[in-house]
């Protein structure tokens, strides 16, 4: 009686039903919003913010390294 029920089960993630990612189904009134248009937008900020954290670490590396010296 421990825990037979469980194994039984069908998770619906897992088994015969899948989840269908509504997230790209969803409808929106101005471009960027959602689907490619949003995954692009993503990319974009990703990229530059990639840039922008890579010069401020230079930046700053530069400035403790001219203030280290003796």
């Given at each position: ?6 194994s ?5 993630e897992?088994?015969?039903?899948t989840k269908?990612n ?10 960027g919003q959602?689907g ?8 974009y900020?990703?990229g530059w ?14 400035l ?7």
């Amino acid at each position: 009686m421990s825990g037979g029920g469980a194994s039984a089960r069908v998770r619906p993630e897992m088994g015969l039903f899948t989840k269908r990612n509504k997230e790209t189904e969803r409808f929106y009134l101005l471009p960027g919003q959602g689907g490619a248009a949003y995954r692009r937008k993503q990319r974009y900020m990703l990229g530059w913010s990639i840039v922008v954290g890579l010069l401020v670490s230079g930046v700053l590396i530069a400035l403790i390294c001219y203030l280290n010296r003796p």
